[in-house]
């Protein structure tokens, strides 16, 4: 009899979304003339860049070509594209990898649940409250969760660290020693980014407990300030604990194209249970080879497009015209009298709530009042009640 | 400590290839004169069509259109390219889908090992013997292989059905029952494609010991014959029991574009350990929405321009071309006195060596004589020795 995995009956609806757009969608229908400004949307609104089309496009030709065409390609990627990551997005900051060190994917959502399959069920795992919520439903879906506990919306065996105005939206190293950490930053929902002491506290605390760091950097393009590390390289040792996923979905907008890329050092080890070293590396190179086929050579011609002088000058663009708005919404919503974080390294500003208003209670109001939508903070997890996000990328 | 998933080292490591690879290699260096016939290839070769390279030019020139350009699509794939399927795949043989029991994927080698994510790993598995390596190794991943066993050159938890000329490449019912059964037909690497009758005789064991059935039909658009099912469906009841899995990859050329569907009709469910019924259509739609974020929008126009008269008799076109090679290399072996197997239904042909002769020895045989390199059979399972694949898509 074919029997299901149970972990599936233990994740909780993602009901967030479906409300929003519910809410939505009714006051549309009750005030037709007037149109809503959709700050919730956690997805760019300008289009690829014309370096990145034509590039594409001439790929497409190739494909139609019998003397070019292209099939199967390595399941880690084209050298040409993960050359380029090399040199551009880490060797411009002093950071050294090798080319065997970089594996293209079809997005960095895929690579950040995936990669627990290298990872033995019982690791203890801690995330940041508020976040992303992938890093915790995949981790229902993989067992590594423990019960659902509606009194405090947690799950028995995650340990859960809180990332508020308290801490400054810098999560304290948890008393539990975690064997997988995850940290988002610049961070999503919060618009906050991590320090380099910071970070640096955070790679020592792993390397003294052997544990491992996700270190999820979707958004560094968006990072404006100097003193903010843009990969978690930057910190000596890192590559010794750290896996860093990066995408070109909001850096490029290839949120319809799926293209991202995940960085294994090769110095980077787990324990098998006899505690012998193993290298991630070579696992996620056996795992990708074996469950994965690689992205479309197209994608990769566009992606490696990107990282030319004309590529990068407009993306550069788009980015900057997302961060002017992310500066209008902060000054708005600051003018009004709120506390805002985020917005300067991120494209979405965190609005803390008075004392007492619910994030939800918020939304409707915002709604009603200004007709703007954008997204209950209490949905990327229970700390997030109190705080409500709003996203640069909703005005084009 | 950060602890690995230990099936990894259950792996067996995949010299198949490369060994392959570096005799064939040796053989160029020898003789730099003698050009190899690369039979052994598994990809196809030639190029996209040119309606569907038309259509990627025009997706990525909306893409570059603040006006048309698109974001995250739907997880399960555009509706424009699910109708099509819908249509075009299954209405026009009298199967009736809904569009939600079709979902875009990447690969249908992702969605092979990925679809494992929804089951409990104590469910029993059985596969083919010899078949794609696929399933046999996402499942030692998956914990559900039990130790490999070097003498017999099998894992000790899995149920390998032998597809052998004995039976006629058709399995036989195994004593042990399975709760995952792998189908591949046509077959990769026999060639040989399932009947009506010995499909059926399947699903009705299926539905008997509510086991479930993982249907890979990537190579169904290169039936010839008649009376060959084109799809699990076509056998009634089959809905209860099977998971299909189709790609674009062989029928369309797209192994370097990547997009695949798979087919999880509403009446397929699975049991929980308590016993209750749960929706597997529902299942994977959770699973999708969390691990994975849709296939690119232009490889979807780009599929989706295969469902058109034109790109129709495009792709027919080229799968005439590669089964007129499979019918050359059938009668050049059948001439020279092998028992030929396959190339009528399938793009691979699957020689039956002289008694004794090791697949590798014939290997090396094929290439020192002739100069045609192929694919050792014992490289798909330990029932493929005493076998060799040659496969259509080298010649072009």
């Known amino acids: 009899m074919i029997k299901i995995n149970d972990n599936f009956l233990n994740l909780q609806e993602g009901y ?15 005030h037709p003339n007037k149109k809503v400004i959709k700050l919730g949307i956690g997805d760019v609104t300008l289009p690829l860049c014309k370096n990145v089309v034509e590039e594409m496009k001439k790929a497409c030709d190739e494909m139609g070509d019998i003397n070019k065409f292209k099939g199967y390609g390595p399941e880690q990627g084209y050298e040409f594209l993960r050359n380029k990551i090399v040199e551009w997005d880490y060797k411009s900051r002093g950071i050294e990898l090798d080319v065997n060190e970089i ?13 627990l399959d290298l990872f033995d069920t019982n690791n203890k795992v801690a995330i940041q409250d508020p976040v992303y919520p992938v890093y915790l439903d995949s981790n229902v879906i993989g067992g590594r969760s423990g019960n659902y506990n509606k009194g405090n919306d947690k799950y028995n065996n995650i340990i859960y660290m809180p990332s508020i105005e308290e801490n400054e939206f810098v999560p304290d190293l948890p008393k539990e020693v975690p064997d997988i ?7 999503n929902p919060t618009g906050t980014a991590l320090k380099y002491e910071e970070l640096k506290k955070w790679v020592d605390y792993a390397k003294e407990n052997k544990s491992i760091i ?12 100097k003193d903010i590390p843009h990969s978690i390289y930057e910190v000596d040792g890192a590559k010794e604990v750290a896996i860093e996923f990066r995408s070109f979905s909001k850096t490029a907008g ?9 960085v294994i050092p090769k110095e980077l080890i787990g324990y098998s249970k006899k505690g012998e070293k193993v290298l991630i590396n070579k696992l996620w190179g056996r795992r990708q080879s074996t469950k994965f086929n690689g992205v479309s050579y197209i994608t990769q011609r566009g992606a490696a497009a990107v990282y030319t002088e004309e590529g990068y000058k407009q993306i550069k663009r788009n980015i900057a015209f997302y961060m002017e708005n992310a500066k209008t919404i902060r000054e708005r919503f600051i003018e009004k009298g709120y506390k805002v974080y985020g917005g300067i390294n991120a494209p979405y500003i965190w609005l803390k709530l008075p004392e007492g208003k619910s994030s939800w209670q918020f939304f409707d109001e915002l709604l009603e009042e200004e007709g703007i939508a954008g997204t209950p903070g209490v949905g990327f997890g229970p700390s997030g009640e109190g705080y409500f996000r709003l996203s640069a990328f909703g005005i084009k």
């Open 16 to 30: 967030l979304f479906s409300i929003v757009n519910k809410k939505i969608k009714d006051f549309e229908d009750q």
């Open 103 to 115: 594996f293209i994917s079809d997005g960095a959502k895929c690579d950040v649940s995936n990669i």
């Open 181 to 187: 950490i995850y940290l988002c930053s610049p961070n």
């Open 214 to 225: 996700f270190y999820d950097s979707a958004y560094e393009a968006f990072i404006t300030q």
């Open 254 to 262: 290839f949120t319809g194209v799926r293209c991202a890329y995940t």
